[in-house]
């Protein structure tokens, strides 16, 4: 008998009830990987995931970035775009948007209501039911066909070829980087973490590929794919200087230049970011894209919790990076983009099964006067107390504060006035802290 969801806490209800694999990644409970599940689902609701073209993207770092970047791209040239992104930052609709936005309550609570209405049948013909992922990602799905938008941008939620997500065949593929993460699962080794994530490439698609390490690159090269540009080689940055507010780039394609684009954000990465948004839709479309919509498209460009200045006095970061690569580029912005004679504050919180202190020594925790440990309030999070134990050698003083909302309170006084607090570790404790901090 089908679940009847009459309200947005019913379709709450309902999902929270769904097994959540994020919240269980390194555990004994996986099951060998299949989309049969997915697949069951999808035709049950009529296969919608055909019937909207996609950009399809992938990668450890940069997924979400890229992702916010392509969206507006697309937008500024008059076509309406959904996406489908996790985890989400704020709110569970956050994973649901059209143009960026969140899909608001009644659509969230009648997108769900879809779905709940054919799940029995899913467990009929698989004897298994949807978790809490496929359920998001088939609600987006089949809602982004009922709503009529023109482009999907669907971005992995980890590894390639078993995600979720990898029931269309995209007509753009981005490949963003490869990194150590979920090697556990998708491993063991960077070569395997590469074939799983180049497994959502399919014939049909032209693949943008930003890894440069070239045994990785072959890899990429070897599957069936209608086009390949590669970073470096194809697209690239040419110019990236430091602007008031963002950075002032000139990017290239093979379609052409675009010089003098102002991006709205922190961090030199988000340039090579911006580079590779750039060339798949320029890859989508066929052309190149007039200057004027690139601009406009970075104009209105936002990216939650990447790098993100939420204050000042003191100035207080919130940044989602929760692996060593990504610690040693939120350290890079911080020391040499946000320079300070006062040593800054970290508040940092981590997700099982990632190593605290490697994250931290990319972090260049040293240079940092006292690192506050604390916990999301997540099922993996590592609790604030083993975290300040596992972290008691990495340099600075450290101190323990179990919530994210009092780590967060106890940095601001450290900082005083005119120092720098940066939170990050997880998107989790990002997203707590984000709360906080546009609450108050």
């Keep these: 008998m089908s679940h009847q969801i009459g309200s947005y806490v019913d379709a709450m209800d309902w999902l929270k009830d769904h ?21 069951a689902l999808m035709a049950l609701l009529g296969d919608p995931q055909h019937d909207v073209p996609a950009i399809h993207i992938t990668g450890t770092n940069g997924k979400g970035s890229t992702s916010r970047m392509v969206v507006e791209l697309i937008g500024a040239t008059g076509l309406d775009v959904g996406s489908y992104t996790s985890p989400h930052i704020d709110r569970v609709n956050d994973r649901i ?54 482009v999907n941008v669907i971005e992995v939620g980890m ?26 699962i998708i491993g063991p080794t960077i070569a395997d973490a590469t074939r799983e994530k180049a497994g959502i490439i399919s014939p049909r698609s032209h693949v943008i590929c930003g890894e440069t ?13 209608r086009e ?31 010089e003098d684009i102002f991006l709205p954000v922190n961090g030199a990465h988000q340039s090579q970011n ?37 204050q000042r006095q003191p100035l207080v970061i919130v940044d989602g990076a929760h692996n060593p690569p990504a610690a040693a580029v939120a350290a890079e912005t911080l020391f040499d983009d946000f320079s300070n004679e006062q040593a800054p504050v970290l508040v940092m919180g981590t997700n099982r099964p990632h190593d605290p202190v490697e994250f931290v020594d990319a972090l260049r925790g040293t240079e ?29 003083r450290i101190e323990t504060v179990p919530r994210v909302a009092e780590a967060l309170d106890r940095a601001i006084e450290l900082a005083g006035e005119s120092g720098t607090v940066l939170v990050t570790g997880s998107l989790y404790v990002a997203s707590e802290a984000r709360s906080q901090l546009r609450n108050t």
């Design 19 to 39: 097994y959540n694999l994020e919240q269980h990644l390194g555990g004994n409970e996986l099951a060998v990987p299949s989309l049969d599940r997915m697949r």
């Design 97 to 150: 948007m059209i143009a960026n936005r969140p899909l608001d309550d009644d659509s969230m609570t009648q997108a769900l209501a879809e779905v709940a209405e054919v799940e029995p049948w899913v467990f009929e013909s698989t004897g298994e039911t949807p978790n809490y992922f496929e359920i998001l990602c088939a609600a987006a799905y089949n809602w982004f066909a009922a709503t009529a938008v023109d």
């Design 159 to 184: 590894g390639g070829r078993w995600d979720a997500t990898n029931i269309i065949e995209a007509e753009v593929v981005a490949l963003t980087n490869i990194g150590q993460d979920h090697l556990e």
């Design 213 to 225: 390490r070239p045994e990785l690159v072959d890899i990429v090269t070897a599957t069936q794919h």
């Design 228 to 258: 390949l540009w590669c970073s470096r080689d194809d697209y690239d940055v040419i110019e990236d200087r430091l602007a008031v507010g963002g950075r002032l780039v000139d990017l290239v394609t093979p379609y052409g230049r675009h």
């Design 274 to 310: 911006a580079a590779m948004a750039v060339a798949a839709v320029e890859a989508f479309f066929g052309r190149q894209l007039d200057d004027d919509v690139v601009s406009e498209a970075f104009a209105r460009l936002e990216l939650p919790a990447r790098f993100e200045v939420m």
């Design 368 to 396: 940092f006067s006292v690192i506050i440990a604390t916990a999301a309030d997540w099922p993996r999070a590592i609790a604030a107390e083993t975290l300040g134990v596992a972290l008691k050698n990495c340099g600075p």
